[in-house]
């Protein structure tokens, strides 16, 4: 792989930009003649800056970095998500050498097939079992991987011009995580990827390549964390996980920036090949602002999935995620549910896109988004929608939104439950559905502890607020 060089014309078009006030990036109403200059929501649909060498990407995202602004993307004509106030020049790319303490009381001491750790733009862990080694398995920073795995798959699925903080993210990623499962090779123990923020004033470009070959079959855990950062930092990724035949994995991503002032800009998509399968569930607890592209795409005959997803926003924390179940082939199966909640001032957006293309007859899907209010402050939008262009499939969708029942807190506390009891019972098990599902002792206790933990500090405004209806 290439040695990262110097990114001078990246602080020239800084330089080249008006002042940016020092304000926290926010969800505003759009003003009118904005709409022209607002990114829409839509799937990427197979369009890549890939497959091809990461220099070739890198200098092109340049490229495309120097002439974009910071985006608005609009989902409504009367809504957006907007980071033009973002201030990129407060922000700095960060070195350091060590791991964070907050991450291995995060995770833990649990054994693991391999572990790759970037602290800002830092690797700072690498290890990988022996064993998984000798059979070929391959664990390392991106910037070390073997360059004719990368180039064949590397940007394959992910663009690198829609808005500056792609552009920015293709282009300027340091470290980065690379994992490698050969053909016909089990590993049962889970991989774990972390990236870590652990100062205010961090820029932290990040980018995760996955693949697994025929037959293989593993999990992968993939974190991003912060303690409560007494100031603004950014995380800008991408993630690419692909699937060849028959091959399987268990993809949990886990999102808790604490609760400081850390904006996320990322991209997701996954490939499933022919007849292989993947379970993905990501899970977002803490961000001040977070922004998701998240692209699950059946690309051959027999391939099938389970898309799940949780998120609990709480504060004035704002949330905004478009998940796309994408059918290129078929026959083709599909599973979609997502699950949020949000209490304080909080504001969470999911938009949920079923598309199924030309030729892909006999594909099958479902997706179903259901949210709990938890404030009379709070807002969640749930947006499901299905774009369909074979005639013989089957898809549908389907979504709630539903609050605390003071009926059912009653009936429980009439079985010996306290209030606050009661309140949290019927939340965590408005979740365990899907928690259950990430069938993984570890990130199910780490998932129902942060649920606790943001129902306690919003305690006061939960109990309000069913005492209300």
């Known amino acids: 792989m290439p040695e990262r060089t110097s990114f001078a014309p990246r602080e020239q078009a800084r330089a080249a930009e008006s002042a940016q006030p020092e304000v926290a990036a926010t969800a505003t109403p759009a003003k009118a003649g904005a709409h022209r200059e607002a990114i829409l929501y839509r799937a990427l649909n197979g369009a890549g800056a890939g497959p091809a060498p990461v220099a070739e990407v890198r200098e092109r995202a340049r490229e495309a970095y120097e002439r974009l602004e910071l985006p608005t993307w609009r989902r409504s004509g009367f809504w957006t998500t907007s980071l033009?106030?973002?201030?990129?020049?407060?922000?700095?790319?960060?070195?350091?050498?060590?791991?964070?303490?907050?991450?291995?009381?995060?995770?833990?001491?649990?054994?693991?097939?391999?572990?790759?750790?970037?602290?800002?733009?830092?690797?700072?862990?690498?290890?990988?079992?022996?064993?998984?080694?000798?059979?070929?398995?391959?664990?390392?920073?991106?910037?070390?991987?073997?360059?004719?795995?990368?180039?064949?798959?590397?940007?394959?699925?992910?663009?690198?011009?829609?808005?500056?903080?792609?552009?920015?993210?293709?282009?300027?990623?340091?470290?980065?995580?690379?994992?490698?499962?050969?053909?016909?090779?089990?590993?049962?123990?889970?991989?774990?990827?972390?990236?870590?923020?652990?100062?205010?004033?961090?820029?932290?470009?990040?980018?995760?390549?996955?693949?697994?070959?025929?037959?293989?079959?593993?999990?992968?855990?993939?974190?991003?964390?912060?303690?409560?950062?007494?100031?603004?930092?950014?995380?800008?990724?991408?993630?690419?996980?692909?699937?060849?035949?028959?091959?399987?994995a268990r993809f949990a991503p886990v999102q808790d920036w604490g609760g400081g002032q850390v904006v996320d800009v990322s991209t997701q998509v996954v490939e499933v090949g022919r007849d292989a399968y993947v379970h993905w569930l990501p899970s977002y607890l803490g961000g001040s602002l977070t922004r998701q592209h998240l692209e699950l795409a059946v690309a051959e005959p027999g391939g099938d999935m389970k898309f799940r997803g949780i998120f609990f926003a709480e504060r004035e924390e704002l949330l905004d995620l478009f998940a796309v179940d994408l059918h290129e082939t078929g026959p083709s199966g599909g599973d979609v549910h997502w699950r949020g909640a949000a209490t304080g001032k909080s504001k969470a957006s999911f938009e949920g896109l079923i598309q199924i293309n030309p030729g892909a007859q006999q594909s099958h899907t479902y997706l179903q988004i259901h949210s709990m209010m938890l404030s009379p402050r709070a807002k969640v939008d749930a947006i499901p929608s299905v774009l369909v262009s074979a005639d013989d499939v089957s898809a549908s969708h389907g979504g709630t939104v539903g609050e605390l029942d003071e009926a059912l807190i009653f009936y429980m506390q009439s079985r010996g439950l306290s209030r606050a009891e009661a309140v949290h019972v019927i939340v965590e098990g408005f979740f365990e559905p899907l928690i259950g599902e990430l069938d993984d002792e570890v990130l199910e206790d780490l998932v129902r502890d942060r649920i606790t933990e943001k129902l306690a500090a919003a305690a006061a405004d939960v109990e309000a607020y069913a005492s209300a209806r």
């Open 84 to 248: 033009r106030d973002l201030d990129l020049d407060a922000l700095t790319e960060r070195t350091t050498t060590s791991v964070p303490a907050f991450v291995d009381e995060a995770l833990g001491d649990q054994e693991l097939a391999g572990v790759i750790v970037q602290n800002g733009s830092s690797t700072v862990r690498v290890e990988l079992d022996p064993e998984l080694a000798e059979r070929g398995v391959i664990l390392c920073a991106l910037e070390d991987a073997p360059a004719e795995l990368v180039e064949r798959y590397f940007s394959k699925r992910l663009t690198a011009d829609r808005d500056k903080l792609e552009a920015a993210a293709a282009a300027f990623w340091a470290g980065g995580a690379f994992l490698y499962v050969p053909r016909n090779v089990v590993v049962d123990k889970p991989f774990q990827v972390v990236y870590a923020i652990d100062e205010a004033g961090t820029a932290q470009y990040g980018h995760t390549l996955a693949i697994g070959d025929e037959g293989s079959d593993f999990r992968l855990r993939h974190y991003k964390l912060a303690p409560d950062l007494d100031g603004p930092a950014l995380h800008a990724g991408q993630v690419e996980l692909y699937l060849e035949a028959n091959a399987r």
